[in-house]
């Protein structure tokens, strides 16, 4: 019994998470060995599988960060992208992998790709954690993938509910009718 207990069922282990990064890192090495590539994180959720990732890329890289706002504290999407934290590197004529922590309707990584694409980069690709492919309203082309999931709310390894969360070591689904409980629960902490 720990604090997640109560309000969230294990959905993905560390284990599993672990050994997807090695897959997943190995088939991106293949890709960029020739060239190399720039590795943007989308802050905050792409932080704990980023570094996870990356660990596993064995060729010449570099690390960016993008801070985009697209949900707020909301569980939908909002549709609107804003940079709020743009890339210290000049990606043209670079390979650019795009990595996050989700893909809900697509719309956030489709706009961010338009924007990011007048820049003339070599290439732009997606990686992502977690796929919820059911819920796609703009076509995002994703060449890596960790997992598909199941259209439901979930939070840790850097996934939040309102900030929180983002540190639990696995990816629980919120347990169906917890939420009044639980916003009861992270009223004190807000
Ligand atoms: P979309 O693909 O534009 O709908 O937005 C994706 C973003 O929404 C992700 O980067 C997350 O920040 C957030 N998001 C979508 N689904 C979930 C979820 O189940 N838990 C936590 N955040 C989510
Ligand atoms: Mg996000």
Same mark, same amino acid.
């Given at each position: ?29 293949? %890709?960029? !060995?020739?060239?190399? #590539?720039?590795?943007?994180? $989308?802050?905050? @959720?792409? /932080? &704990? ?42 990606? %043209?004529? !670079?390979?650019?992998? #795009?990595?996050?922590?989700? $893909?809900?309707? @697509?719309? /956030? &990584? ?48 850097? #996934? ?31």
């Amino acid at each position: 019994m720990d604090i997640y207990d109560n309000f969230f069922e294990p959905l993905i282990s560390e284990k599993e998470i672990l050994k997807r990064c090695e897959e997943l890192g190995a088939l991106i090495t293949e %890709k960029y !060995k020739e060239d190399g #590539l720039v590795a943007v994180g $989308i802050l905050r @959720g792409c /932080t &704990l599988f980023y570094t996870e990732l990356v660990k596993h890329i064995h060729c010449p890289l570099v690390f960016d960060f993008m801070f985009v706002s697209s949900y707020g504290n909301e569980m939908v999407s909002s549709g609107v992208v804003k940079i709020e934290k743009d890339l210290e590197t000049n990606i %043209k004529n !670079k390979h650019v992998l #795009l990595i996050d922590d989700i $893909i809900d309707t @697509g719309k /956030t &990584l489709a706009n961010l790709k338009e924007m990011l694409q007048a820049r003339n980069p070599k290439s732009i690709e997606f990686c992502t954690m977690l796929d919820k492919k059911a819920k796609r309203e703009s076509f995002v082309d994703v060449k890596f993938s960790a997992f598909d999931i199941d259209d439901c709310f979930v939070v840790g390894y850097g #996934l939040d509910y309102k900030q929180f969360y983002r540190n639990m070591p696995f990816i629980g689904k919120l347990i169906d009718g917890k939420q009044p409980e639980l916003d009861k629960f992270l009223e004190k902490f807000e």
